[in-house]
């Protein structure tokens, strides 16, 4: 038997006007008013009851440090370990150093659903409870799970909606992309970031809302309200950037990020977790860094109604310090562009990857003056006011940080603060040359991805 | 003082078709005829004495093995090391093993020049020599050093036309990315292919010849003719594919790859030479495997007049068989559409690649049966020759493999033998489709991207 073969388009080239037309709806989306949301997250946590105590980690049920690494691990093999990393870099005011790290090999699904409703993209969102936000619930995607999650490591109930995710033909797929996560925090960690579109009637569950891409923009511009694996998904999403062109084209921008990866080397190894030199054990049963600098590997109880599982303990990292990114933008020709920073994470696959102008926690470069600060560092804790086009704290991934709170900017610069012609490292991309890279792996950093979220969902437009 | 920015367009969007234009011109170019090639290369070889003989490793100069680990290393801490590899995959008829693997992680670069010359686009060749060729000279890049080689760890003469590719603005850049090499045998080496377009008028050096794009898919159709260094960079070069559909979106391709890597676990870590289970130290002064398996690692002294340096001993692998890489086609719809296979290799950076449909060394595989055998390679092996559209021996990189023939085929599949819904690990891609993936790195395999060089360049037309 024979039958006729369908060809497809390679590109659903209604996808970026799609989103932008979803973008410009703010205010209210078909289902509910953006003024609702808060009150509808509100009780949203109110419905549920969430109780999350500070443990010491050697009183974890069912983690437990290895007798020989001290690694921690959990006891059925899965989720992440907590070990050690050595760093070589050779270069910076750190050239070198030891640390906890997080490895989780696992490759885990990031997934929003979409749908079109009266015509508009609507994005099921779901308020989520992680013991490590600050404000315990915030607005997530539809589906953020492990593979240890939704493979049922944990015995809990199934992950809802997740089938449209890991059933090909369940939806349309309209991007699906290997990201990276915090380079300094997690070895070599990546997640599937995918939106994929249906044309069921999906009745959101309790936790489930309907929103517009304008009016996730919206709630861009509070603090600690969308979370990471939202806004990681969301910078993935292929907007249609209208610039008249570009300071380089893309091919020397990728040839200058070619010649980035190949100048730095970068060594870095896991290690056992007690030879981590300048961290040791507190009192408090935490891991501390000598100057309780960067971040505690601590231990929480967690007791919530609405989650797979109702109980479970875990470490979670805790910063130490609030950190900052901020991406300078310049008008060139009328287009904006945003200054990149090709930067060294440890826990990066491949040595680098792009990140906003500033990454740092400022505490931690205090005591260098001169050329050792960090470039553009002053210049962005200091800008006017008036230079300031966003400037929201959000708070990174709860599930495996606790309190982990940056600050994101947007600044505007000139030619005397930040020049056409950049530092070595540093190289000026429009928007749409970013969104464009963003849509492979491990060009752009999950900081960046923060700051290109906020763009696509307009809640800030330069 | 304020000028007046210039913005460039993004994408020159006259290359694919200057590229198609310089595929399409075959017979002669500006410079040469093809005909006259074979016996210019022969010329080029006359030109320069080159010995090669087989030298025991403990008699290589400037190379020791580390007395703790028996990793075979150049003094000058540069070039590459030869270490241990233990691989764990938990899967098919291999799930686990132990290697000698080459660890390089310097970046180098293999580099294009191309120029319109009477309005179409010409490619700066090479005669090279390099040890392993089994024919010694080879057609190479403009440019192929490693990041030793051109920052003179050698102590040798300067790389021509090096500036082309290191000095900015140089020239024009069309392309440069990262790519993998054989993750057989290289721990998670990469190179920037390059290929930069010039204005300057170049006069070729003695060595080096302009030909079209079609000549060099007319050059593709010999045995060991165009080397791999070629290949690679020949194979990212953005063509026009000219194609009315494809079977699955590429979004939909791309959520397939993800969910293949997330599919797999595969645990690579370097371990001492000394420590390799399996393979010792031979009579010869070679290092083997008890089978006599895979490849010897073993030393050469070379004797050149020509490179940058005119004599030295090095280490290279040595394959014990011929290996065997095809793509079986089919056309839906009238589209042509290549097999891919998502494949895992112990050296790559992230688990998998796409690879071709076929890439083993059948000899290893000729004691499975059933369904231990990797699916397709029966096929391919025993393909009636009315199937084959391609079928050519090319050699890999003369500069760290000896005589590292492969036979290259594309052949034709129909319902019965390769179906349009594969089994898992597989699946359908328009030429189109791999095209633009090869545009960034580490999606496909150094296999695969010697076939795809073959149909960038007309060498086959499907």
Known sequence: MTTETVLRARHDLSLPGRLAKSAAITGAGAVMATAEFTGWLAERAAANSFRVDRVPLSELDAWSADPATGNLGHRSGKFFTVEGLHVVTGEGPFPEWQQPIINQPEVGILGLLVKEIDGVLHFLMQAKMEPGNPNLVQLSPTVQAT?????????????????????PRRATVLLDVLQSEHGAWFFRKFNRNIIVET??????????????????GELLRLDNVVNMDARTILACAPMPYDEAGALRTDADLRSWYAAERSRH??????IPLSSVDGWAAAD??????????????MGVRVQATNREVAAWTQPLFEPRAMGLAAFLVRRFGRVPHLLAHARIEGGFLDAIELGPTVQY?????????????PPFLDLVATADPARIRYDVVHSEEG???????????????DEATAPADPPPGYHWFTPGQLNTLVSHGRYVNVQA?????ALNTYAVEL
Chains 1, 2 share one sequence.
């Open 147 to 167: 593979r240890s999650n939704y493979t049922k490591a944990h015995k809990g109930a199934a992950v809802k909606y997740l089938d449209y995710f890991t059933e």
């Open 199 to 216: 044309q069921d009637e999906v009745v959101p569950d309790d936790e489930f809302c309907w929103l517009t891409l304008g009016q996730i």
């Open 265 to 270: 080397s970068v060594q870095a190894r896991r």
């Open 284 to 297: 408090d049963g935490s891991i501390v860094h000598e100057r309780d600098w960067y971040f505690r590997v």
């Open 361 to 373: 926690t400022p505490k931690y470069y205090e005591h260098l003056s001169g050329s050792q600060r």
């Open 399 to 413: 599930g495996r940080f606790l309190n982990a709170e940056g600050r994101y900017l947007i600044v505007e610069a």
């Open 449 to 453: 991805r923060t700051l290109l979220a």
